[in-house]
């Protein structure tokens, strides 16, 4: 990859991080990529050299999340041992994610009540990856109940966000 090429991939992806601060931190609607290029300490015009639009941007921000969630997942399913930890593993992946990333969690809940399609399809496709990623694995290491255990664990999940974006860890001190 030549330099120019390396700093310009750079470049976007400090824009995208700077958008996911900037989006989680102020909402979708409110913020403006006069606020994305000054947090990503550049102007504005060369937000839209690589982003035609904001909705763009969030598109990319919210690619950028699932497939981080996705990528872990997936390094969960390699490497867990045996069923009986397949589950737990992936709890306490996504644990680090919600810790690590939060801005990232933060927007996925904003998006999820979005109505414009384009952005609609992004969190169906992701979702619906995350879905296909804990099902096969359940399915490959023999857990009973596939389908079930998939949806109790993707509900959880749901209730892990929801608990910790609202400071009530009481909704999942039952070991989640």
């Known amino acids: 990859m030549a330099r120019d090429e390396k700093k310009s991939v750079n470049r976007k992806a400090e824009i995208i991080s700077a958008a996911i601060e900037v989006f989680a931190e102020t909402g979708y609607y409110r913020a403006t990529t006069a606020q994305v290029a000054e947090r990503a300490n550049i102007s504005q015009p060369y937000v839209f050299r690589f982003f035609a639009t904001k909705e763009a941007l969030l598109l990319s921000a919210l690619e950028l999340s699932w497939e981080r969630i996705q990528q872990s997942f997936k390094q969960v399913v390699e490497t867990a ?4 930890e397949l589950e737990s593993d992936l709890i306490e992946a996504y644990k680090e994610i919600l810790s690590a990333h939060t801005n990232e969690t933060y927007l996925q809940m904003q998006a999820q009540t979005m109505r414009e399609e384009p952005i609609r399809e992004a969190m169906r496709n992701g979702f619906r990856e995350v879905h296909r990623i804990v099902l096969d ?6 857990l009973s109940n596939p389908g079930e255990r998939t949806f109790l664990f ?3 999940g749901m209730l892990c966000n929801i608990s910790w974006a609202l400071d009530m860890p009481e909704l999942i001190d039952r070991g989640v």
Not at 81 to 84: F, K, L, R
């Open 154 to 156: 993707l509900a959880r």
């Open 81 to 84: 041992a045996g069923p009986e």
């Open 137 to 142: 694995a359940f399915r490959q290491k023999g």
